[in-house]
């Protein structure tokens, strides 16, 4: 079903869109040409024949929607255009740094048309459209989405954590409330035209995060010795520096969106703030996961979000690492027993590496199956 109200325009568009109208007619309004009409009425044709002309037709539409013609572009938004038009226009012409403006002045924008320009933004336009501070309050979905984009400055992404807690907005992605606390602690820098060192240092460890590959079903940040001491391995000290001068915002962002080499470094940093930020980043993978259960060093909190997660705990090796790990509070890894096989269970119960509760539950366990 076409997303264009076709009974809003024209009688020139409703001829062209006929299913029996003459083909080198629609090739025509395919190419962006319909005489008669005003440029948002040739782009409404246009879409309407992207999304359900006939074959050559709809290719010919979407190749020209690929490449506008300036001149249509230009005149069609210079007014006002039906949504379907606008959404067309969000993915095709979303960061000309132009256009982009004109967009976000649209009466017809809604917040899905708003989250996907944050999503697709470049530097340059998640800049536009965080200066629009009050349509980011009406449609503030699209904080998160500028936020979780890492193309968007790290000065911008604090100013948006700025802005929603002085509205007292309260957003529902996992990073929000964390950066919410490190931003009220620290000094938020003016707008700037060019680039700062905040913004240069994110940008710049997040290449050499990127450079640093781990692949965490083998292979970890840290060798641990025979007490479960970790120590930071040579090839990723150069990395754990960079980490080091960042703020508390820029390693709650980095944990969020880094990759997994990042992660595991961040997942151990001394600020709870940041360790949390890793361990509840939508890009933990059930490799790092386990990882994490695992680790000796990491805090009480990290473990708890871990075992507390129940997409993490279907995991049956994440199960085991918790409740193995000494650092695991009681109360969680004595929930996840029950949930063992029973070779791991009569293993638990002759262990003297984990902490007598559990060994005496598994104890306990094992009596209650006979």
Do not use: W
């Not at 500028?146 to 790290?154: A, C, D, G, H």
């Not at 060019?194 to 692949?215: G, R």
């Amino acid at each position: 079903m076409s997303s264009i109200q076709v009974e809003l325009l024209p009688p020139q568009a409703a001829r062209v869109l006929k299913a029996d109208a003459p083909l080198p007619m629609k090739l025509l309004a395919a190419r962006g040409v319909v005489p008669g009409l005003a440029p948002g009425e040739a782009l409404a044709v246009l879409v309407a024949l992207s999304e359900e002309g006939p074959g050559e037709v709809r290719t010919q539409a979407l190749a020209t929607l690929g490449a506008l013609p300036r001149p249509l572009l230009e005149g069609a938004v210079a007014g006002d255009l039906q949504p379907g038009v606008l959404a067309a226009l969000v993915n095709a012409v979303g960061n000309d740094l132009e256009i982009l403006p004109r967009l976000l002045r649209m009466a017809s924008i809604t917040e899905e048309m708003l989250c996907r320009l944050a999503e697709l933004a470049t530097e340059a336009a998640g800049e536009i459209i965080a200066t629009n501070e009050s349509l980011l309050l009406r449609f503030h979905g699209a904080i998160e989405k500028l936020y979780m984009n890492k193309r968007v400055r790290m000065s911008t992404a604090d100013r948006l954590i700025e802005l929603a807690v002085r509205n007292k907005l309260d957003l529902d992605f996992p990073a929000f409330r964390l950066a919410a606390q490190a931003i009220a602690n620290e000094l938020i820098p003016e707008p700037t035209e060019e680039p700062t060192f905040d913004d240069e240092l994110f940008l710049v460890t997040d290449v050499m995060a990127e450079s640093l590959t781990l692949d965490p079903t083998v292979e970890d940040v840290v060798d641990v010795d025979d007490e479960g001491a970790e120590e930071i391995k040579e090839k990723f000290k150069p990395l754990a520096q960079q980490i080091a001068d960042m703020t508390i915002s820029q390693k709650i962002r980095t944990a969020t969106l880094g990759n997994a080499t990042a992660r595991m470094l961040l997942v151990r940093d001394t600020n709870r703030l940041v360790a949390e930020a890793a361990v509840k980043s939508p890009r933990l993978t059930e490799s790092e996961a386990a990882q994490i259960a695992a680790s000796r060093a990491v805090s009480d909190d990290v473990l708890r979000v871990v075992a507390t997660n129940r997409d993490l705990t279907r995991s049956y090796q994440v199960k085991l690492n918790l409740i193995m790990n000494p650092r695991t509070p009681f109360t969680f890894s004595s929930r996840l027993l029950p949930h063992l096989r029973d070779n791991d269970i009569r293993n638990l119960a002759r262990s003297k590496n984990v902490p007598g509760a559990i060994v005496r539950a598994a104890k306990q366990q094992m009596s209650r199956k006979g």
